[in-house]
């Protein structure tokens, strides 16, 4: 691989031309205009300079990493002569099966094609194009520049070697690849925060606790890098309710949204921290949430419902346990892995405590994951009987 398109400059686009460009790839760059494309260079420059700024790179490792760099709003130009394609346009189905049916037709026969989709199916993508084979997520988190972990995700028709390719490239720029085996929606990552954040949603619409106490507890007693209507802020109202809608149809009951707790704020174009509103006030900038609320809320209640769907994940053969600790531990700055969290603190008590929330509220999301049972009835109970998501 030396040469790639990224198509799309915007927010992800720009920032994964300018980690190829950084590891010596030339990257071509399209974007509908001109004037897009001046922006997304300008920020690779800014983004570049910052490099410089605090001695992570020399400045004419800066000047050689833009002048790898193309911009242009033909395809023809764009697809000429590339080893791989990265589609990074706007999160809509049919302009990405465009995008692709075009590339498809430029870009020389051996080209992978990867889609840096959240929620799409790649599925569905590759069979807009006559190589199918080829095509294959490769889903970054913002970032790019910044974030360590990439998720590789095999569409239905994905060849394994398109897969491997991707997976050792990831590498190569000096990312954390993990593997999701089946194109399913959410990925690794996006449906196990789907679910925390589910689980948040709910119990503050029941009136249990504030919005304040459960991101209390998140940050002060479990040690995330935020609370989660925080963290939903941050993410976009409007795309974390988009997306809580896509984990239902995908998955059903499961994944119940609290439509109640989220819509009106969505409707309001509260959209979080972007517009300077959301759950929280942002005008101010970061808000601030007390320490002495930290005990309104049992922070294991996220973990158990967050083992829950990493046990769902492995039951479904789409992800093995490593992956996902690394996922959440990369991907969202989680202080553990799921899987790793559930071995210390042993399986028959996350079984017990999901039991206790499913009696409690009768609710989908609480029902134990057979794959938990299975290991439990065998006596894989975590660290302290040497098995349980890991061999110890
Ligand atoms: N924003 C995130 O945090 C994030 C994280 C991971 C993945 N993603 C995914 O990355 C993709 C892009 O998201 P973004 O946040 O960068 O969006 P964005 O709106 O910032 O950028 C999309 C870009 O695509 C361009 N575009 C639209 N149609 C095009 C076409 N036909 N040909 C060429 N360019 C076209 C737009 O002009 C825009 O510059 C989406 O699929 C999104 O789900 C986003």
Request: proline content about 4%.
């Amino acid at each position: 691989m030396k040469k790639l398109a990224v198509i799309g400059a915007g927010l992800l686009g720009h920032g994964i031309a300018q980690v190829f460009a950084m590891q010596g790839y030339e990257v071509n760059l399209l974007d509908l205009n001109d004037d897009l494309l001046k922006k997304a260079f300008q920020g690779i420059e800014w983004s570049l300079n910052k490099f410089v700024e605090k001695r992570r790179i020399r400045k004419e490792d800066a000047e050689a990493a833009l002048s790898r760099i193309t911009i242009t709003t033909s395809y023809e130009e764009a697809a000429k002569d590339i080893d791989l394609a990265i589609e990074v346009v706007s999160e809509k189905i049919n302009i990405k099966k465009m995008v692709f049916a075009k590339l498809d037709a430029i870009a020389p026969p051996h080209a992978i094609i990867a889609t840096n989709t959240s929620t799409l199916s790649i599925t569905e993508m590759g069979r807009a194009t006559k190589r199918p084979d080829k095509v294959v997520g490769m889903h970054w988190f913002n970032p790019p520049q910044l974030m360590q972990l990439i998720e590789v995700i095999n569409g239905d028709d994905t060849s394994d070697e398109t897969v491997q390719t991707i997976l050792e490239l990831s590498k190569q720029i000096g990312k954390t690849p993990i593997l999701c085996k089946k194109d399913v929606r959410g990925f690794i990552v996006n449906r196990i925060l789907g679910m925390v954040f589910n689980e948040a949603f709910w119990t503050y619409h029941r009136g249990e606790t504030s919005k304040e106490g459960i991101d209390a507890s998140a940050k002060y007693f479990g040690g995330f890098p935020m609370g989660w209507f925080e963290l939903c802020d941050f993410v976009g109202l409007d795309i974390a309710y988009e997306v809580g809608k896509i984990l239902y149809e995908a998955y059903g009951a499961r994944f119940k949204p609290c439509q109640e707790v989220i819509e009106p704020l969505v409707k309001e174009k509260r959209f979080g921290q972007k517009v300077k509103h959301g759950f929280y006030d942002w005008s101010k900038g970061r808000p601030r949430i007390p320490f002495n609320l930290a005990d309104e809320y049992d922070i294991e209640r996220i973990w158990v419902v967050a083992i829950n769907e990493a046990a769902w994940l492995i039951h479904d053969n789409v992800a093995e346990p490593n992956s996902i600790d690394m996922g959440m531990k990369l991907g969202t700055g989680w202080p553990s892995g799921p899987c790793e969290y559930a071995d210390k603190k042993g399986l028959d008590w996350i079984l017990n405590k999901l039991d206790e929330l499913y009696k409690k509220y009768n609710m989908e999301m609480y029902k134990p994951c057979p794959l938990l049972k299975t290991y439990v009835d065998k006596g894989w109970n975590g660290k302290k009987t040497g098995r349980g998501f890991y061999k110890y």
